[in-house]
């Protein structure tokens, strides 16, 4: 027998349906509340609304499980590559050789960008952010493919995933290459998708550039890990402006300005802000753990925390033995990471972070690797939005298939009832 929930406002009960998940989540179902009683919820930050149902990705909190199409974290950055498990993600089924094959060579057709795109570039001081400036030629996409997706045609709809996996790489690295004042270069259509990655940012007309083997494994197993993470912050934008029926890649770049936010994406870059000025002062973690825990302090330990893992975040754990790996192969000795070490050690072992199931984050470690690619710090995030494009076009595409309706949710007004409008005279 199914479940129902009783609600009582002044008196009157009303009922409504409970529905549960693959998983037993248990959600009450409140579609039909303000029509049946006049009153909405209300639930800043929505820690406990779900937006809609999703076939994509489960995790629970509580216990530290992250599953892409049921598929665990652990087994996928392990055992797979990130163009697989973005095909997993996209399509819900772990693709086989040919398929693979095909989702490589059909995203290697879109690797081209506009080269007007490049006269948008050149308009951006150096000193942009990379972010700002992905955002932005995210968007700028759009003027180049005007072409609205029908959502109902699947190979429209294909190639709308090919093209934004193989433009939004090439993009995201010449935000670099603007910033350093590196000319700008294509992807090359005869290697893979994460070595092009690393010739997009560091390869030079000067010379060859070499590409070491650990790195791409370490950086395929970050995308993996970053891939999708339901309905948070930026994937919500990417739903939210979707579900107006904005385009593809108008939704993607607002979800790029979400993430971009310290709480959010931002975190690994202030991850990194943080352990810097924590050198500069003397290097003094305890100090800082200090200021982290007083109330009338602003600082948060960046890295620590998150609002769905309340006992571990279980890509925090598979990086942080990639950071291990990447560090003793690469023979880096550095004394921000030497910091960064002792923070952790010492903030796992105290009672405010204890108590408050506070633990090192996905962006903690992540910012270190990424400092020991020699990736500059205003690109950590750039680097998680790479990461997670098949978690947003995935998201984008079940939203706009099961027609979901616009996202538009409710307020309780507090402002002024009913005034008299008083001319300028009398103000
Ligand atoms: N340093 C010190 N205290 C903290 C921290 C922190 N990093 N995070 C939470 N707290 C305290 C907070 O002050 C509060 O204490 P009290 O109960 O005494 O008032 C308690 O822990 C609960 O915090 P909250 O802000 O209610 O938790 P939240 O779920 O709303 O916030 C968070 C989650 C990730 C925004 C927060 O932990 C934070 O600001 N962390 C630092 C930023 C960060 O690393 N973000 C990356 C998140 S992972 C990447 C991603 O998925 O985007």
């Known amino acids: 027998m199914s479940k129902t929930a009783i609600l009582e406002i002044d008196g009157n009960k009303y009922e409504f349906p409970v529905i549960v998940?693959?998983?037993?989540?248990?959600?009450?179902?409140?579609?039909?509340?303000?029509?049946?009683?006049?009153?909405?919820?209300?639930d800043p930050g929505y820690k406990n609304s779900g937006s809609c149902k999703s076939d994509i990705t489960f995790l629970d909190g509580e216990q530290g499980i992250l599953r892409y199409r049921g598929y665990a974290i652990e087994d996928l950055a392990e055992k797979a590559n990130f163009l697989e498990v973005s095909y997993l993600v996209i399509f819900g089924e772990l693709p086989t050789v040919a398929q693979l094959e095909k989702f490589e060579n059909d995203i290697r057709k879109y690797t081209l960008v506009n080269?007007?795109?490049?006269?948008?570039?050149?308009?951006?001081?150096?000193?942009?952010?990379?972010?700002?400036?992905?955002?932005?030629?995210?968007?700028?996409l759009t003027a180049f493919n005007p072409k609205v997706v029908n959502v109902e045609n699947e190979e429209e709809m294909y190639t709308a995933v090919c093209k934004t996996m193989g433009k939004f790489l090439v993009l995201a690295t010449w935000t670099f290459r603007k910033t350093s004042g590196f000319p700008l270069n294509y992807y090359d259509n005869t290697k893979g998708y994460v070595e092009n990655f690393l010739r997009l940012m560091f390869e030079l007309p000067t010379g060859p550039y070499t590409i070491n083997p650990v790195i791409v494994d370490a950086l395929d197993k970050l995308f993996i890990l970053h891939a999708d993470h339901e309905q948070n912050c930026s994937t919500s934008t990417v739903r939210m402006v979707g579900s107006s029926h904005a385009g593809?890649?108008?939704?993607?770049?607002?979800?790029?300005?979400?993430?971009?936010?310290?709480?959010?994406?931002?975190?690994?870059?202030?991850?990194?802000?943080?352990?810097?000025?924590?050198?500069?002062?003397?290097?003094?973690?305890?100090?800082?753990l200090a200021k982290a825990k007083d109330k009338n302090d602003p600082f948060r330990l960046m890295g620590f925390g998150h609002r769905v893992y309340k006992n571990f975040d279980p890509r925090a754990k598979i990086i942080k033995k990639a950071a291990d790996e990447v560090l003793a192969t690469l023979g880096v000795n550095d004394p921000i990471l030497n910091i960064a070490k002792q923070l952790e050690e010492s903030a796992l072992q105290d009672e405010y972070f204890k108590s408050r199931n506070l633990y090192p984050n996905v962006d903690f470690y992540s910012g270190i690797i990424y400092r020991a690619l020699g990736i500059p710090t205003d690109m950590f995030t750039v680097l998680f939005a790479i990461g997670r494009l098949p978690g947003w076009i995935a998201q984008w595409k079940e939203m706009r298939v099961n027609k979901e309706p616009i996202g538009r949710p409710r307020q309780v007004y507090t402002g002024y009832a009913l005034r008299s409008f008083k001319p300028m005279n009398e103000r």
């Not at 998983?23 to 509340?33: F, P």
């Open 21 to 42: 998940g693959s998983e037993n989540e248990v959600a009450i179902d409140i579609e039909k509340l303000r029509a049946a009683t006049g009153a909405i919820t209300l």
């Open 115 to 140: 080269e007007e795109m490049k006269n948008i570039i050149d308009g951006f001081p150096k000193t942009a952010h990379p972010m700002g400036v992905l955002s932005s030629l995210t968007s700028a």
């Open 248 to 288: 593809l890649f108008a939704s993607i770049s607002a979800g790029v300005s979400a993430l971009w936010g310290p709480l959010h994406g931002g975190a690994n870059q202030a991850v990194l802000e943080m352990l810097e000025e924590i050198q500069k002062d003397g290097g003094d973690a305890e100090k800082y």
